[in-house]
């Protein structure tokens, strides 16, 4: 009768039916009143409330004994799974088979990037990049959706706690700092197929160089240098002409439509090669480099002007 | 120099693990979150000894410096940065802001 009982109860505690926040909210809130009832009533309510807490004490004990058994299942799951992987650069893994022996092979002849990942990403696979970028559009307009308070009535504006760019060290570290960041971050978009690095890569270090902007001089100004609007034609331009190229690439790929491609290889190494990699990168740069941008202004700021 | 590369290898293998167990067990959140970033940064040298300086690269731009950045906004907006700290703080620099203006 017992055990039923508790089964019943953890059951219920399992689906959820049984609050124990609420329990001890409620808790709370009687123990105030108790006080001024009758010695009889206070003493009932004690024999109640003490059966209570011993339950609550049970349901907290089984939460983290079940938490503890949980995660030492889940370790060891990941841990046995850990044994099943191929050694690190091994010769014999699935992953070494004709696809990768034609990529290493031709890949530098075929897409005429000496930078191979970058050949496969934006030339063999570039419709999965195509897809990334626009995974990185949705989740701007995801965090613009939850994030965006233009409609509500203006709330306190969390004023800046310290001012940056009055800081003499942040200032003149910021100075230097800044246009580094940002060129290295558009040299890295623009060698993107002839060293590592590439779209997402120099994306990801202009933006955090225009964050670092944002921090050091105020969001005012560098809304001043990166406006919404701007934000907003850069990203659609982006994504509209990686569309279009990669269409143009797909449509003169196939060989028995008879139209060939006018954009060449070139040779591997020279900065003007590679077909459609370089434009390719600066597009997925110039989409990350938005995300992380009105990311970090919509976090800060709830809106983007 | 061959013989340092085990031994740096297992260095950072082992800072890594502890950077990760921190992170789950650090109490205030300000702490958990540079701990996070600090696992970022071992994580991008640990990228370019397994020969992906592509990844090291994106690793430290987004795991060290735009997660952290968001991370500690989420923060501000949940005001779980330590409030009267911050109010010190104003109060200095608008102090210091005087004292610049009557200069």
């Given at each position: 009768m017992m055990k039923n009982k508790f089964s019943e109860k953890f059951s219920a505690w399992l689906s959820g039916e049984v609050d124990l926040t609420e329990k001890i909210a409620e808790e709370k809130r009687t123990e105030a009143p108790s006080r001024i009832s009758k010695k009889e009533e206070a003493e009932e309510t004690k024999i109640i409330r003490s059966l209570e807490k011993k339950e609550i004490k049970l349901s907290f004990k089984e939460y983290k004994v079940l938490s503890v058994v949980f995660c030492v299942i889940l370790i060891g799951i990941l841990t046995a799974t850990v044994y099943f992987l191929p050694t690190f650069a091994s010769s014999d893994v699935p992953a070494v088979n004709e696809v990768y022996e034609h990529y290493v092979a031709q890949g530098r002849d075929e897409?005429?990037?000496?930078?191979t990942v970058a050949g496969m990403i934006?030339?063999?696979?570039?419709f999965d990049t195509l897809g990334e970028s626009f995974v990185l559009f949705t989740a701007t307009c995801a965090v613009l959706i939850l994030m965006?308070?233009?409609?509500k009535k203006p709330k306190k504006e969390m004023h800046?706690?310290?001012?940056?760019?009055?800081d003499p060290i942040v200032k003149s570290m910021a100075a230097i700092l800044i246009p580094l960041i940002l060129v290295f971050g558009a040299y890295i978009l623009v060698n993107g197929h002839l060293s590592p690095g590439g779209g997402f890569s120099g994306g990801a270090i202009l933006g955090a160089g225009f964050i670092l902007y944002a921090m050091v001089y105020g969001d005012e100004q560098a809304l001043k240098v990166l406006s919404e609007r701007k934000i907003k034609v850069v990203t659609i331009c982006s994504l509209s002409f990686y569309c279009l190229a990669k269409s143009y690439s797909f449509f003169t790929g196939n060989e028995f439509n008879g139209v060939h491609s006018v954009i060449s290889a070139g040779t591997?190494?020279?900065?003007?090669?590679?077909?459609?990699i370089m434009p390719l990168n600066i597009a997925v740069g110039l989409v990350v480099c938005c995300t992380m941008y009105s990311f970090y202004m919509l976090f800060k700021r709830g809106r983007m002007n | 120099m061959e013989l340092l590369i085990p031994i740096f290898r297992m260095i950072l293998l082992i800072s890594l693990l502890v950077c990760a167990v921190a992170t789950a067990l650090s109490k205030k959140p300000m702490t958990m979150i540079i701990i996070f970033t600090a696992y970022s940064i071992i994580m991008s040298v640990v990228w370019v000894l397994l020969r992906s300086p592509d990844l090291a690269i994106t690793e430290a731009a987004v795991g060290a410096g735009v997660t952290g950045v968001l991370f500690f906004l989420t923060l501000r907006k949940l005001h779980l940065i330590d409030k009267d700290k911050e109010e010190e703080l104003r109060a200095a620099n608008e102090s210091k802001e005087e004292k610049n203006d009557e200069k």
């Open positions: 897409t005429g990037a000496v930078n934006l030339d063999y696979r570039a965006d308070d233009k409609h800046e706690t310290v001012n940056y760019s009055r591997p190494g020279d900065i003007l090669s590679g077909g459609l | -």
